[in-house]
């Protein structure tokens, strides 16, 4: 079969698309298109054209969403409503593993439906293409989410009547099809233009009863198509925007957008690309067993960003300025693409109206650049749009592919307690394969899970020489990590990982080493030191900068005196912020340790940072007064770690997923958004 005659215009009358719908039926799809509903046009199963809207539209315009009855009797007047195809390929609700005995995790059959979505908007196609990125496209994939997609028939229908919040013709996703159907309607009073694009198409349309589509008809359909893309209801600049959201992060504007933005989640709930969730445990009342449901979430929530009682993201102005510069900015840089197709839901189902395009416009109308953004940081953002989506780091191991969300057991060899409210939880996993893959490196973290309490990300603190045991030292802030504190020896919990990148010990040999802690920052580097003290000739100097809140408060005291009394050892300097009669140190926040330090010869130092982000901040602008370049300032960024595979969207930071680009990362990969509150 020639391009030609895949290609060729067709003709289906409504008795056509009956027979279209019964070919569908033939071969085991479940057809899926839009119907009316509760006074909305949803989507749902069809199996006649009767069940279709005919003579419907609808008016659409900010906060505002209203069937109108239309003048003809076409099927497919309407534009898009409240429901988007997400719901039927990366769904609502899933359960991603489940236990019956509280130690063995299993992942459950991911389900699968031979699915033809009929309707489907070229705007809707492009942003399932973006959820195939997303989803599909990294080092990690979702199981559900591709098992659900390898079967799916695109039948299109191509826009003649734009909505009033439409903006697809200025993001380049319609309102024609151009990339990923299977086949392409254009609707006529009488009838459709049929465009098949694949064989399966083809096939589809022949068993329809498609006749070729006369001249005239084929003009119409192009000339009403080609008419819709100038009678859009808005319309978006891209010009340059993502770079100019990137240097507006302090924009009055945003407390402005905020004063109106009611934080319901509407807008990602309604959005066709958000792929945000969160993963709940339920537990059987009649025994041990558990499952771990995944469930959509929103960034829009109070406790998305939540972490041990602090909240990254506090005000709503934080939560909208965090989802229109993902959209519309830091999301080319994570995937290549813009995050927004122009279908106009967020502002359709809005409840106080805001409109993104509009307020796109007035950040762009009324710039207030960061002091801090630089040519060279706009040149390099540059180079990473042109680049496409930025690759993990080489210590991102996505070992566990498929299985990375069903924990394996790993049993308690001990509890010790390091602090009034720290603890030192040491595991031990008796399955030599997963000793070979729990492998890790200094600065990676590992999810720890009880069945029916949860899970959380700990960073690992044991040494990597240690193998198939792992220690990670937890403070008790929350009920899981309180749950893990009351375990007891031989206790079985869940451990998925290792996950994340690493400190960066092998380009730092024969380099100084200047490593910054603040509390129970220590614990992450703590594997670095030990790699440190086990290759010491490997590097030159080495100084540890230790800050506490009290002496009580210290960890790892045995070690900092190892470290320093070694011979050619580490040179350990501690302070606490606050201390009582008997403690003669160093008292202070952990900068003050800074004063004697000496200005540090160009790249000769690398420096590396874990502790509370206003701690390191202020860390950081001294190693830089002290000549140390942002590429050698390597810092650890903590945020929700929900799925730590990238899916969740809990850690998002500017471009990055803390869970696979972090949490280590240099300076100067994040020195933009560093500095900034509420990111």
């Known amino acids: 079969m020639s391009a030609q005659d895949v290609q060729r215009p067709l003709w289906l009358d409504r008795a056509g698309l009956q027979g279209l719908l019964d070919a569908l039926a033939a071969r085991g799809y479940r057809t899926l298109g839009p119907r009316v ?21 609808d008016e659409q315009s900010p906060g505002r969403y209203r069937l109108r009855r239309r003048a003809d009797t076409r099927l497919f007047g309407h534009v898009v409503g409240p429901h988007s195809w997400k719901r039927y390929l990366h769904q609502p609700e899933v359960t991603i593993a489940s236990t019956t ?34 989803l599909l496209g990294g080092p990690f994939t979702d199981p559900h989410y591709r098992r659900r997609r390898e079967d799916v028939l695109f039948i299109g229908v191509n826009c003649t009547e734009p909505g009033g919040t439409c903006f697809c013709a200025s993001m380049n996703t319609g309102p024609r099809h151009r990339l990923g159907h299977d086949i392409a309607l254009t609707e006529l009073d009488d009838g459709f233009v049929a465009e098949a694009a694949t064989e399966s198409g083809r096939q589809l349309l022949a068993a329809a009863g498609a006749t ?5 008809a084929v003009g119409s359909a192009t000339a009403a198509v080609d ?37 319901c989640a509407n807008c990602t709930l309604a959005c066709p690309t958000c792929f945000c969730s969160t993963t709940v445990e339920t537990s059987e ?193 929350g009920s899981v990590t309180r749950a893990l504190q009351s375990l007891t020896t031989g206790s079985i919990i869940g451990l998925r990982g290792p996950f994340g990148s690493s400190w960066p010990l092998e380009s730092a040999r024969g380099k100084d080493l200047l490593i910054v ?22 590097y030159g100097r080495v100084q540890l900068l230790y800050g506490a809140r009290t002496p009580e408060d210290m960890l790892f005291a045995r070690d900092l005196l190892t470290w320093s009394a070694a ?18 140190g160093r008292v202070g926040v952990v900068t003050t340790l800074f004063k004697g330090l000496a200005p540090a010869p160009a790249a000769s130092t690398i420096a590396m940072l874990c502790g509370p982000e206003v701690m390191m901040r202020f860390s950081v602008r001294d190693l830089l007064k002290l000549g140390l370049a942002p590429r050698d300032i390597h810092v650890s960024m903590e945020r929700n770690m929900k799925c730590a595979i990238g899916f969740c969207g809990h850690c998002q930071y500017g471009p990055h997923f803390v869970c696979k680009d972090g949490p280590v990362f240099p300076l100067s990969a994040v020195e933009h958004t560093f500095w900034k509150e509420g990111i």
């Not at 011979?567 to 003669?584: C, K, L, S, Y």
């Open 37 to 57: 509903r509760d006074d909305a046009i949803v989507y749902d199963d069809v199996s006649h054209v009767d069940q279709l809207p005919e003579g419907w539209g």
């Open 101 to 134: 005995d509280g130690v063995r995790w299993s992942a459950p059959e991911a389900s699968a439906e031979k699915l033809a979505l009929l309707g489907i908007r070229a705007c809707e196609l492009a942003a399932i293409r973006i959820q195939d990125r997303v």
């Open 212 to 216: 070729p589509a006369p001249t005239s």
């Open 227 to 263: 008419a819709a893309s100038g009678r859009m209801g808005r319309q978006l600049e891209l010009d340059g925007l993502a770079l100019v959201l990137a240097s507006n992060l302090d924009n009055p504007i945003w407390d402005e957008v905020a004063s109106r933005c009611l934080s």
């Open 285 to 477: 009342l009649s025994g041990p067993g558990a499952s771990r449901v995944r469930k959509w979430d929103s960034c829009f929530t109070a406790d998305f960003s939540r972490v041990h009682g602090g909240n990254f993201r506090p005000a709503t102005r934080d939560r909208y300025r965090q989802w229109m510069t993902h959209k519309l900015s830091s999301w080319y840089e994570q995937f290549g693409t813009s995050g927004c197709v122009g279908c106009g839901r967020c502002i359709t189902w809005c409840p106080t109206g805001i409109d993104i395009t509009r307020e796109a416009q007035r950040i762009r109308e009324a710039p207030m650049h960061d002091s801090r953004e630089t040519a060279a940081r706009i040149q390099a953002n540059k180079l990473l749009l042109a680049a496409g989506p930025t690759a993990p780091p080489p210590t991102c191991r996505p070992s566990l592919e498929d299985g990375s969300m069903v924990p394996v057991p790993a049993r308690v060899r001990a509890v010790n307690a390091e602090t009034a409210d720290t603890f030192t939880l040491k595991l031990e996993l008796e399955n030599a394969a997963d000793r070979q893959r729990f492998g890790f490196e200094p600065g990676q973290f590992n999810m720890l899970s009880l069945p029916g309490v949860g899970e959380c990300a700990i960073s690992i603190s044991s040494s990597p020489a240690n193998h198939g045991q792992l220690a990670h030292t937890i403070r008790a802030v």
């Open 517 to 538: 802690a603040g509390g129970i920052g220590l614990a992450p580097l703590r594997p670095a030191l030990y790699s440190v003290m086990a290759d010491r000739q490997a």
């Open 567 to 584: 011979a050619n050892g580490i040179e350990v300097q501690v302070t606490v912020d606050t201390a009582g009669p008997d403690w003669t």
